[in-house]
C-alpha cells in the first residue's frame, strides 16, 4: 500500500434497487404491515403508503413469533401477494427470511431479503442470503454490539453479496416502558464503522405508536439512510403488532415532517450528513 493512502478511508456503499439508492443521499422509506394478511389490506396499504411517498412495501410472510401459538405467517401465498401488491402501486418489496431452505423462494419475490433480530447470529442463513444476488437488510440482534452486529455482516459479504444494509431495531436494556431502547448513536456510529447504509426501524424498537413519528425525525436527524415502519390500514384489528402500527393518514404525517427536517439538515449544511 502506498504511504500517502489513507488507511482509514470509509468506502460508502450505495445499494441499487431499479431507481432507488440507499445510502446514496436519498431518504429511503419502507413501510407496510408487520405481516401479510389479505390481499384487500395488503394492496390498500400499498397504495396509501405509495401515496405518501414510501419506495419499498414491508411486509412479513414468514413471521418469527415468540409463542408458537401466534399467527406465523401466510408463507409462500404471503409472497406472491406482496410481489403483485407492490408491483401495482409501483413499489419495491422487502420481506424477511427465516430459513435457509426459503431463501431462493424469498429472493425470487422480494428486492431485498430481510434477516430478522432473531437470527442475527444465524450463520447458516447469514452464509445462504450472503450466496443470493438480492440486496440483504440485516437487523441487529436484540442482544447484540455493534462488534457482533459487524461480524455478522462480514458473513454475509464474505459469501460474496456485497449488498448489505443494516438496521438499527432497538436493543433490550433494562427499560420496559418502551419494548426496546432505540440505539440511536449506533447509527451515527455503525455508519462511521463500516460504510454500508443504516437504517432504522421506530416500530419495533419503540413497540408504540404514539413513538414512531418522534423517533422517526431523530433517525433522519442522526443520519439514517433510510426508515422503516409498520403501517396497516386499521391496526386495531392487525394480526400482530397493531400498538405500534400508524394508520396510513399517521404515516403521511410523518413523512412531510421527515421530509422538512432532511431538508432542513441538507440546505444548512455541506449537503451531506456525512462528517
Ligand atoms: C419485523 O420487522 O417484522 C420483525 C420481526 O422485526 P425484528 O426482527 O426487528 O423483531
Ligand atoms: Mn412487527
Not at 500517502?4 to 443521499?25: L, Q, S
Request: charged fraction near 25%; hydrophobic fraction near 40%.
Amino acid at each position: 500500500m502506498p504511504a500517502e493512502c489513507p488507511t482509514n478511508v470509509i468506502v460508502r456503499n450505495i445499494i441499487e434497487i431499479g431507481d432507488i439508492r440507499i445510502g446514496g443521499g436519498e431518504l429511503v422509506v419502507m413501510a407496510g404491515p408487520c405481516a401479510v394478511e389479505t390481499e384487500e389490506m395488503l394492496y390498500r396499504t400499498a397504495e396509501a403508503v405509495r401515496k405518501e411517498g414510501a419506495h419499498i412495501l414491508r411486509g412479513g410472510a414468514y413471521k418469527p413469533r415468540s409463542s408458537p401459538k401466534a399467527f406465523q405467517g401466510l408463507g409462500a401465498p404471503g409472497l406472491s401477494m406482496l410481489r403483485d401488491a407492490a408491483k401495482a402501486s409501483g413499489l419495491a418489496v422487502i420481506t424477511e427470511v427465516l430459513d435457509t431452505r426459503d431463501v431462493e423462494l424469498v429472493a425470487e419475490h422480494a428486492d431485498i431479503l430481510q434477516i430478522g433480530s432473531r437470527n442475527m447470529q444465524n450463520t447458516a442463513l447469514l452464509k445462504e442470503v450472503g450466496k443470493s444476488q438480492r440486496p440483504v437488510m440485516l437487523k441487529r440482534g436484540m442482544s447484540s454490539t455493534l462488534e457482533e452486529w459487524l461480524l455478522a455482516a462480514e458473513y454475509i459479504l464474505d459469501a460474496g453479496n456485497p449488498n448489505v444494509i443494516l438496521c438499527e431495531r432497538g436493543i433490550r436494556t433494562f427499560e420496559t416502558a418502551t419494548r426496546n431502547t432505540l440505539d440511536l448513536s449506533a447509527v451515527s456510529l455503525i455508519k462511521e464503522l463500516s460504510g454500508l447504509p443504516v437504517v432504522v426501524d421506530p416500530s419495533h424498537s419503540t413497540g408504540k405508536r404514539s413513538l414512531v413519528a418522534p423517533m422517526s425525525r431523530a433517525a433522519v436527524a442522526a443520519g439514517a439512510d433510510g426508515l422503516i415502519i409498520e403501517v396497516h390500514p386499521e391496526p386495531d384489528k392487525a394480526a400482530c403488532d397493531g400498538p405500534q402500527s400508524l394508520t396510513p393518514a399517521e404515516f403521511g404525517k410523518l413523512m412531510s415532517q421527515v421530509k422538512r427536517i432532511r431538508e432542513a439538515i441538507l440546505t444548512n449544511g455541506e449537503g451531506s450528513l456525512d462528517a
